[in-house]
């Protein structure tokens, strides 16, 4: 048990360091060929966050834990909307922008349902390769509306970038290392996660919801929690709402087309809790004076995930 515990912890450390050289030196690259840092925020630091689940679920795919994968997913979206935006709230209030109220969050809620009737249609309890090649034709949809949204002017939550000046050989070496311990990270991660869940008796959709979603998650607290306490909560808010419609459209569409996904016991209430968070989030906007999250509100996400969590573990037990 404690060699499998030091596998998933190496791999955790592993896959989040891997991320942030390959943002690095993508950015640095992307500096060198003259492409515009709003460009550079939307896409490689965006994908950058997102890394470590995407990894996390195409090694889960490849090696037949489609549980971990859906999990993982399923996890980190919750654990995004409840935990993060919760404890960002509690830092400072989090002003919402138009485009994030009216597009992103709606979005946002309309992959979680899409996801619900995927693993309820027709073959039950199953996401086809299909059904993810539809996720994936969303996620382009969703790439060209933010590149339209940066293009115009409208992207108020885009990250200020700040880009290291490297070389284009040091740039390279950079992106080659970081997609190394993305690798070699996630392996180690899935491999250990999967031993634990064996030799304790707990699923890996347990495993998933919670240790590799909560691991894979910690990029996206560290951008928000740092992005309140500068009080950019324009930052915070849709770094979270984006990651959510990254990891539903790009990561489980890229998990299904490779092996489809099959639902373990129990993954409907995930699928709930995560329409619910959603939901709930998009209508705490419109409570109060302004378009809000407040700390009381902030508060209550926290909670509920604390409560969540609470529920899944005890079934366990």
């Given at each position: ?16 360091y ?64 409840l ?6 709230a ?47 034709c ?5 790439l ?103 990891n ?40 109060g ?29």
């Amino acid at each position: 048990m404690l060699l499998n515990i030091i596998f998933l912890t190496a791999g955790l450390m592993i896959l989040i360091y891997g991320a942030n050289l390959l943002v690095d030196g993508g950015a640095a690259l992307a500096r060198r060929l003259e492409i515009s840092p709003m460009v550079i925020g939307l896409t490689i630091v965006a994908f950058g966050t997102s890394a470590p689940e995407l990894v996390v679920n195409i090694v889960s795919s490849i090696k037949g834990s489609p549980a971990l994968a859906l999990g993982n997913v399923m996890g980190s979206n919750i654990f995004n909307t409840l935990a993060i935006l919760g404890i960002t709230a509690l830092i400072v209030p989090l002003g919402v922008n138009k485009t994030t109220t009216r597009i992103e969050i709606p979005l946002a809620i309309f992959a979680a349902v899409l996801i619900l009737i995927f693993v309820n249609g027709t073959p039950p309890g199953l996401i086809t390769r299909t059904e993810g090649i539809c996720l994936l034709c969303f996620f382009g949809v969703f790439l060209l509306y933010t590149f339209a949204l940066a293009k115009y002017g409208g992207a108020g939550n885009g990250e200020e970038v700040k880009i290291k000046n490297h070389t284009i050989g040091k740039s390279l070496l950079f992106i080659g290392l970081g997609l190394a311990g993305l690798i070699a990270g996630g392996r180690l991660l899935v491999t250990g996660a999967v031993r634990i869940a064996q030799d304790s008796g707990i699923s890996e959709r347990i495993i998933g919801l919670t240790i590799l979603s909560i691991g894979t998650s910690l990029p996206e607290l560290a951008t928000s929690v740092i992005a309140a306490y500068k009080k950019n909560a324009d930052i915070a808010i849709g770094n979270v709402v984006g990651s959510n419609i990254f990891n539903i459209f790009l990561i489980l569409g890229t998990s299904a087309v490779i092996t489809p996904l099959k639902a373990p016991e129990g993954s409907t209430t995930d699928l709930w809790v995560n329409i619910i968070a959603s939901a709930l989030l998009f209508l705490f906007i419109f409570t109060g004076k302004g378009r809000k999250i407040t700390r009381w509100e902030g508060g209550i996400l926290l909670t509920l995930y604390l409560g969540y969590l609470f529920l899944i573990l005890n079934k366990t037990t």
